[in-house]
T-cell receptor
Framework: AQSVTQLGSHVSVSEGALVLLRCNYSSSVPPYLFWYVQYPNQGLQLLLKYTSAATLVKGINGFEAEFKKSETSFHLTKPSAHMSDAAEYFCAVSAGHWGGSQGNLIFGKGTKLSVKP | DGGITQSPKYLFRKEGQNVTLSCEQN?????MYWYRQDPGQGLRLIYYSQIVNDFQKGDIAEGYSVSREKKESFPLTVTSAQKNPTAFYLC????????????FGPGTRLLVL
């Protein structure tokens, strides 16, 4: 079975500061991991995904995440926050081709990012 | 432009009424999904379909029904048995060979009168 924990339901940073959103996962098989972003009253947009290739994954809008098996983590970072980054971010895990979930994603509860001018 | 459309954007349901949410995609994706989003709860899977005329229950299927008569369409009906239907509903789709990478529609917000 898979599960995801996002630490911090709300994170606030100043414009230009480092963004760090935390995600820890639990999985009985090698996981596939994802970060999605949601702007108010909109659907989710895929930021980046890890599917057992390079452990450092680069995504859109300057975001990246590093898969650390020893820490069961997949934290999302961006060196310099922009006002337009204010949104809700969701981490998700899937059993991928290993499990019987047939691709079903398990989502964390989300972290709202606020960016102060 | 390829994508996923959901309609309506807002939907109001009266007590005891069934309502249907539309989801259409022109991405030629085989798999489609319905999620429910509540504040602070993340997304929870209601139903999914990997092929036409076949679908499976997700984690919270009670009070909902779906059909998949066409590859492009996956409507969700919120029945009167769903006692707490107020939520944001998201439809998603994926390729058969990459089911984990899902593309989402803009969502429908369902409110109870």
């Amino acid at each position: 079975a898979q599960s995801v924990t996002q630490l911090g339901s709300h994170v606030s940073v100043s414009e230009g500061a480092l963004v760090l959103l935390r995600c820890n996962y639990s999985s009985s098989v090698p996981p596939y991991l994802f970060w999605y972003v949601q702007y108010p009253n909109q659907g989710l947009q895929l930021l980046l995904k890890y599917t057992s290739a390079a452990t450092l994954v680069k995504g859109i809008n300057g975001f990246e995440a590093e898969f650390k098996k020893s820490e069961t983590s997949f934290h999302l970072t961006k060196p310099s926050a922009h006002m337009s980054d204010a949104a809700e971010y969701f981490c998700a895990v899937s059993a991928g081709h290993w499990g019987g979930s047939q691709g079903n994603l398990i989502f964390g509860k989300g972290t709202k990012l606020s960016v102060k001018p | 432009d390829g994508g996923i459309t959901q309609s309506p954007k807002y939907l109001f349901r009266k007590e005891g009424q069934n309502v249907t949410l539309s989801c259409e995609q022109n991405l030629n994706h085989d798999a489609m999904y319905w999620y429910r989003q509540d504040p602070g709860q993340g997304l929870r899977l209601i139903y999914y379909s990997q092929i036409v005329n076949d679908f499976q229950k997700g984690d919270i299927a009670e009070g909902y029904s779906v059909s998949r008569e066409k590859k492009e369409s996956f409507p969700l009906t919120v029945t009167s048995a769903q006692k707490n239907p107020t939520a944001f509903y998201l439809c998603a789709s994926s390729l058969a060979g990459d089911r984990e990478t899902q593309y989402f529609g803009p969502g429908t917000r369902l409110l109870v009168l």
